[in-house]
């Protein structure tokens, strides 16, 4: 069994061969893709996969915390496969986005002024190096 099915079948959710796609995907391209990014990679191969089958699964994967969503992009949603808190940069020019390596000390709070913690998330925004170089 790949950990994707172990993945879905731990977070108690069926098996369907979309899913295990998505996961697959997101574990192989890193850059923070959205729900279109992933309709146009996956939907040659998966007649049946239609947009909205990604957007639901994107959905079941985010609330089963197998996917983080991430709002960094004001346009669309992107999503990461890891789901730990971690701190990304935007780039303004190519719009990828980057996962920032950042001790924070703010990471680990549950609560800060009474209020409960439920995510947390820091975004740069700016000019990539490659874009810098280019
Ligand atoms: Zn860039
Ligand atoms: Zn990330």
């Known amino acids: 069994m790949s ?14 061969t979309h899913r295990i796609a998505i996961l697959e995907f997101m574990a192989d391209n ?15 191969k998966f007649d049946s996969m239609s947009k909205m089958t990604v957007y639901n699964n994107l959905q079941t994967l985010v609330s089963s915390k197998l996917l ?26 190519c719009k990828k986005i980057y996962d920032v ?5 703010n990471l680990n709070h549950e609560t800060m002024d009474g209020h ?14 490659e874009c810098r170089a280019g």
């Open 30 to 44: 890193h850059s923070h893709p959205s729900a279109e990014d992933i309709y146009s990679a996956l939907h040659q």
């Open 3 to 16: 950990q994707f099915c172990e993945q879905l079948k731990t977070a108690g959710l069926p098996l369907t």
């Open 116 to 129: 409960a913690i439920e995510s947390v998330q820091g975004y740069f925004f700016g000019t990539c190096r």
């Open 68 to 93: 983080q969503e991430i709002d960094i992009d004001k346009e669309k949603a992107r999503y990461d496969c890891i789901t730990a808190t971690h701190h990304h940069f935007y780039c303004n020019v």
């Open 101 to 105: 390596a950042l001790e924070c000390p």
